[in-house]
């Protein structure tokens, strides 16, 4: 019995993951934690593992800095914590599915948090909004062309399942549990790759943020495609440039103070969220001595034009240097 750990990844991800749970538990007729038909699919124990008073808890896991999503849900690190409890629990683990929306960066976090994630293979399992409308051709896609050096799978939501040996498969997720055994049934061994997620981390700057570099971690996308504040700007069959983004919640005046030193289009993007002491700054460009010059106008900007107090992360200084 193949049993896997799902790891659903920021807002849109703990959405998605929450319909996946509800849907897994119609399919195999568990309700209220109770198994209501003892002979019901043998997938039940690939999702869920049974407590000692015969209930079943599925296996997945919610990680968000959102408050809506921590009450709803276990806090992050207290899943983190019973991460190990979980997987001793498995018989079978063929690994861990991490569902993440597009450009939702937590690896960051989970870096703080991999003393606590035991060594399995983690395969990584990105979505693509619904909302985003953009070419059948995923692999015409250059972040997703990037995301092949550490997906085995990457799914969008309407059905298209696209897979590293560049064969497409419609597979209308009605059924999730088939869906999801799907997925680990395409994971041929022949090019199946172990994982570490230490290494996935420190590539992810490198290779997938390279259109659009990014630290720290945050829900703001959730927003930003309908705004075009940050995130991803797709018109007219084509990714454009989002501009620099801000964590913080400045007013009007200071948005304007913000957008005449770094010469940013209004358009083009201020978070509308804060997280005490963390600040990020992105660019989509690819050139990145245009990321550098971002970084030095954004240095000149004073501290008591925002709400909070940040520190300039590390990375951005990293990859500067790593590519010029």
Not at 255 to 263: C, G, P
Request: some cysteine.
């Amino acid at each position: 019995m193949k049993e896997i750990i799902i790891l659903n990844l920021g807002w849109n991800g703990s959405i998605i993951g929450d319909h996946l749970q509800e849907q897994l538990a119609t399919e195999n007729q568990i309700q209220d934690l109770n198994l209501s038909n003892k002979e019901s699919d043998f997938l039940v124990k690939s999702f869920y593992y049974e407590t000692q008073n015969g209930q079943f808890i599925p296996k997945t896991i919610f990680i968000d800095s959102d408050t809506q999503i921590q009450k709803k849900k276990i806090y992050a690190k207290q899943n983190f914590s019973s991460f190990r409890q979980m997987v001793e629990k498995c018989e079978n683990l063929q690994g861990v599915l991490v569902i993440n929306t597009t450009n939702q960066n937590y690896d960051n976090y989970i870096k703080e948090q991999q003393q606590l994630i035991p060594t399995i293979p983690f395969y990584f399992v990105n979505l693509i909004e619904d909302q985003i409308s953009y070419s059948q051709q995923i692999s015409l896609l250059k972040c997703y062309e990037m995301l092949k050096e550490f997906a085995e799978v990457c799914l969008q939501i309407n059905g298209s399942v696209f897979l590293e040996n560049k064969q497409y498969t419609t597979y209308p997720p009605r059924n999730i549990s088939q869906f999801l055994s799907f997925c680990l049934a395409s994971i041929n061994q022949a090019y199946k790759k172990q994982l570490d997620i230490t290494t996935f981390s420190q590539h992810l700057f490198l290779d997938y943020d390279q259109k659009f570099l990014s630290c720290g971690f945050d829900n703001t996308y959730v927003n930003a495609y309908a705004n075009n504040f940050g995130g991803i700007n797709y018109q007219e069959g084509k990714f454009n440039k989002t501009g620099l983004i801000i964590r913080g919640e400045p007013n009007l005046e200071q948005v304007k103070q913000v957008q005449d030193i770094t010469q940013i289009p209004a358009n083009m993007g201020i978070l509308e969220k804060s997280y005490p002491g963390i600040a990020q700054i992105s660019n989509h460009s690819s050139n990145v001595n245009i990321l550098a010059k971002t970084i030095n106008k954004f240095q000149q900007i004073p501290k008591q034009f925002f709400n909070i107090d940040y520190e300039m992360n590390e990375s951005l200084n990293q990859i500067v240097a790593a590519y010029q």
